[in-house]
């Protein structure tokens, strides 16, 4: 006898299943990007912002975007079921089956409990960088809009003025919440939602502190010690 039809299903190797993954944690302008982009060279993990997939939802307009936008311009979190649910399909994506690097995420308690759900996280590497320096990190940062390169108008500026140093490009972008007013709301957001993952992952033993208020080479070799 023949079997009944059965419904197709979609299927998806959630490769983060197998794998080890890295934290960077830090407050807004800690240097986390400008550290993944280092660090990626050497480890060869694939950075996962969702500052920047979230970006990237709001410019493509979709409906995670719409939503997420509101709270983004405020300076507030983003729930945590929209930030879940972009990391699930992300980790499907074939990048990430050797681990992946975090950028941004986890940020709740939550966020942090559904990860230890889809993946093993080996190391988390926490850029201190006292709350005085955020603003002036923040309000002068911008980035190449073609490689994503990150500069600093003071602390780091591109070698040419107005050339990126990486891909050549003239095309630079600032960022619509790195302005004083939703800085101040981001640090308030990373100070009462943030800061107590960080006991959290003390207790597990895999939480590594770096002094962020340094030189960037001193930063990254610090880092990749860490990751050793
Ligand atoms: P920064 O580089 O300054 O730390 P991000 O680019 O990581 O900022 O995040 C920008 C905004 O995107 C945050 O202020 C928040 O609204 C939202 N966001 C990014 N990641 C998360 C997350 N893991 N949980 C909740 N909101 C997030
Ligand atoms: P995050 O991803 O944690 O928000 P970024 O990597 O985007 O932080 O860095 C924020 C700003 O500070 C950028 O303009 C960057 O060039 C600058 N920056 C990063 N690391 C340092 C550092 N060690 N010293 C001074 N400025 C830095
Ligand atoms: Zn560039």
């Known amino acids: 006898m023949a079997c009944p039809a059965r419904p197709t299903v979609k299927t998806g190797t959630l490769h983060a299943g197998n794998m080890e993954s890295i934290v960077l944690f830090g ?5 986390k990007g400008t550290q993944a982009q280092r660090i990626m060279e050497s480890t060869g993990l694939p950075q996962i912002s969702t500052g920047d997939m979230l970006r990237a939802s709001v410019a493509a307009g979709t409906q995670t975007g719409i939503e997420a936008k509101k709270f983004m311009d405020a300076g507030q979190l983003v729930p945590d079921e929209v930030i879940i649910a972009l990391i699930r399909e992300r980790l499907l994506e074939d990048d990430a089956s050797n681990g992946v690097m975090f950028d941004g995420f986890p940020r709740t308690i939550p966020q942090a409990e559904a990860l230890s759900r889809i993946t093993k996280v080996s190391h988390v590497i926490a850029i201190e960088v006292p709350d005085e320096r955020i ?23 591109t070698a040419v003025e107005g050339v990126c140093d990486v891909c050549g490009s003239s095309n630079f972008k600032r960022r619509a919440d790195d302005n004083e007013d939703t800085v101040l709301s981001r640090l308030g957001a990373y100070h009462q939602q943030t800061s ?33």
């Open 196 to 228: 107590p993952l960080a006991d959290w992952y003390d207790n597990q033993g895999i939480f590594h502190r770096i002094n962020g208020d340094r030189a960037i080479d001193e930063i990254t070799e610090d880092i990749l010690s860490a990751l050793d």
């Open 27 to 31: 407050p807004p302008g800690a240097g």
């Open 135 to 157: 603003v002036e990190r923040i309000c002068g940062r911008y980035t190449c809009g073609d490689c994503s390169a990150v500069y600093h108008d003071t602390f780091n500026p």
